[in-house]
C-alpha cells in the first residue's frame, strides 16, 4: 500500500468521504451523548487538508 498526499482534485470527494463515514456512525447517537458540534461537508474538507 502506497500512502500519498491527496492531491487537490482529490479533496471534495475525500471531504464527501469523511462526511458520509462520520454520519454513519454517529448520526443516531442521541442528543448530549456525543459530538455537540454538527457535522457538515465543508467543515470536512478541514478534516482532510487539517487532520
Do not use: S
Not at 482529490?10 to 469523511?18: H, K, M, N, V
Amino acid at each position: 500500500m502506497n500512502i500519498r498526499d491527496a492531491e487537490q482534485t482529490e479533496i471534495r470527494r475525500l471531504a464527501q468521504l469523511w462526511y458520509d463515514g462520520w454520519q454513519d456512525a454517529h448520526n443516531t447517537v442521541p442528543a448530549g451523548q456525543g459530538c455537540t458540534r454538527p457535522r457538515v461537508l465543508e467543515a470536512a474538507k478541514n478534516q482532510v487538508l487539517f487532520p
